[in-house]
């Protein structure tokens, strides 16, 4: 590829970069001029995120080729990439007004989440495991650094602490993962290393704990089980928006990456990988589940509910089928599960926001009478509870329904059935928020909310039903971000 072409392709992360740097240099001048410049930088942010988004639609060129052997420009990086800015925009707008009377660094915050961003894009673009692991840590650091922002407050630091020690020990096993795979096949190419693996006589008794290496670093970013234990303390400390933002962002990149990974360099030894993800599928859904029951705070209840549907997500990968002429492939409906869950999980992450700054509170107890003190609240959240759980009409349904169409097409019919059985398990906890907010009594004091949380609340909920009524576009965009991975449809 020319130098034209090579910028062409990654306009997007320059962009996001230069962005990140702009506003760094405008929070440290206007420091010194005086406060309330935050809704500037705000509009900058987003201004960056919706001009890399233009880039990477407009002017973003696909290309089975990798740059410099270590970043691919195709459909299936394109997809996580548009996610991650979408998402990204969101959180951004959802953060307005959030951070104030906790610190003054407002902007410095805009910043990072650019970065972050820009981390993941370079995620999921990854094709070489030595740019996976420098991509993976600038993502980890950064998240690190959201996670923690509130210094002054201790569950904020409490919750990067945690978050921090989980990560470095996962890292470093994903690190171990690495170097087996480059000491037996000397290459540190995706594409390379499954021949290299089948050409040598240790590849087979060292490919299994690479994979169990490689997937607790993955699973750690998925929140997978037995890799989750970091999550609803994180969830629960950090920023909400950071909450919001951790519940799709990374791990939408952590998918992206098992995927690429697994199947382009591991698909020799599907049949151990496919096992031993079937029983973390079922033993995540049903453990996010059962302890999300017993919540009393909504953010603790969120995270395991994000584990759970870590757990139904994995189904797609699984199941994952090749050869065939049905829309039930498996890692297509992966794609579209988590199209759909970046809206209905950052709409819900809204009103949570919205709730939190009203009230000062995050347990489900103070929802009570919502319905009376901002109907749009109380309305969105039931639809976006009802999407979590999977109800017909919503994007969740489209979603699960195609994970579960998977298993069952693979004749996985046990995985399918406990897929259905937590589904109906996490209603009980999704229809409690439902019950507090429209059959409690509570207070009656209406509640204010930002202009610009209310066009998060309403783009999520148009998005979610626009996906669950007329979802064709989305399988089709779906479909064909998969078949770089050599997915035959």
């Known amino acids: 590829m020319s130098a034209v072409e090579i910028l062409q392709a990654f306009a997007p992360e320059l962009v996001l970069f230069l962005g990140a740097l702009v506003l760094l240099a405008l929070d440290m001048a206007w420091r010194r001029l005086g406060e309330g410049k935050e809704a500037t930088i705000l509009s900058l942010a987003v201004a960056f995120v919706i001009l890399s988004l233009l880039?990477?639609?407009g002017f973003g060129k696909a290309s089975a080729l990798p740059i410099w052997g270590m970043l691919a420009s195709d459909q299936f990086a394109f997809f996580f990439k548009g996610l991650a800015l979408i998402g990204t925009g969101l959180v951004l707008l959802s953060s307005y007004r959030y951070l104030e009377g906790h610190t003054p660094y407002r902007g410095e915050f805009y910043a990072f989440l650019l970065l972050v961003t820009l981390a993941i894009m370079l995620v999921v673009g990854a094709v070489n495991l030595l740019m996976l692991y420098l991509a993976f840590e600038f993502l980890s650091l950064t998240s690190y650094i959201l996670v923690g922002y509130l210094r002054e407050e201790g569950k904020s630091s409490e919750a990067a602490i945690k978050y921090f020690l989980y990560g470095v020990t996962a890292s470093a096993m994903m690190l171990?993962?690495?170097?087996?795979?480059?000491?037996?096949?000397?290459?540190?190419?995706?594409?390379?290393?499954?021949?290299?693996l089948a050409s040598s006589g240790a590849g087979s008794w060292l490919a299994f704990p690479a994979i169990v290496l490689l997937l607790a670093g993955f699973?750690?970013?998925?929140?997978l089980v037995p890799f989750h234990q970091w999550s609803p303390d994180t969830y629960e400390g950090a920023p909400t928006p950071v909450t919001a933002f951790l519940s799709v962002g990374p791990k939408a990149a952590g998918f992206a990456v098992?995927?690429?990974?697994?199947?382009?360099?591991?698909?020799?030894?599907?049949?151990?990988?496919?096992?031993?993800?079937?029983?973390?599928?079922?033993?995540?859904m049903t453990l996010g589940n059962l302890v999300a029951l017993r919540q009393e705070n909504i953010k603790r209840m969120l995270a395991y509910s994000s584990i759970a549907h870590a757990g139904y997500i994995l189904i797609g990968l699984v199941c994952l089928v090749s050869g065939v002429t049905s829309n039930f492939t498996g890692l297509n409906g992966v794609l579209i599960y988590l199209l759909a869950y970046l809206f209905t999980n950052l709409g819900a992450f809204a009103v949570v926001i919205a709730v939190e700054r009203a009230t000062g509170s995050n347990r489900i107890a103070d929802y009570a009478g919502l319905v009376k003190r901002e109907p749009l609240l109380a309305g969105a959240m039931i639809v976006f509870l009802l999407s979590l759980i999977g109800i017909p009409g919503t994007g969740g349904f489209v979603g699960k329904f195609f994970v579960f169409g998977a298993a069952i097409q693979v004749q996985f019919y046990v995985l399918a059935l406990v897929g259905v059985i937590n589904s109906v398990i996490s209603a009980f906890y999704y229809l409690n928020v439902v019950r507090h907010m429209f059959f409690l009594r509570g207070e009656e004091k209406p509640i204010a909310v930002e202009l610009t949380l209310k066009w998060v609340i309403v783009a999520s909920l148009i998005a979610v039903f626009v996906i669950g009524l007329?979802?064709?576009?989305?399988?089709?965009?779906?479909t064909k971000a998969v078949q770089i991975l050599g997915v035959a449809f």
């Open 55 to 57: 880039l990477l639609l």
């Open 176 to 196: 171990y993962g690495i170097s087996l795979l480059y000491g037996v096949t000397g290459t540190l190419d995706l594409v390379k290393i499954g021949p290299a």
């Open 219 to 223: 699973g750690f970013k998925i929140a």
């Open 258 to 284: 098992l995927a690429r990974v697994f199947i382009t360099a591991l698909s020799r030894f599907q049949p151990e990988w496919v096992s031993v993800l079937a029983g973390i599928s079922m033993v995540t």
């Open 470 to 478: 007329y979802p064709h576009p989305f399988i089709s965009l779906g």
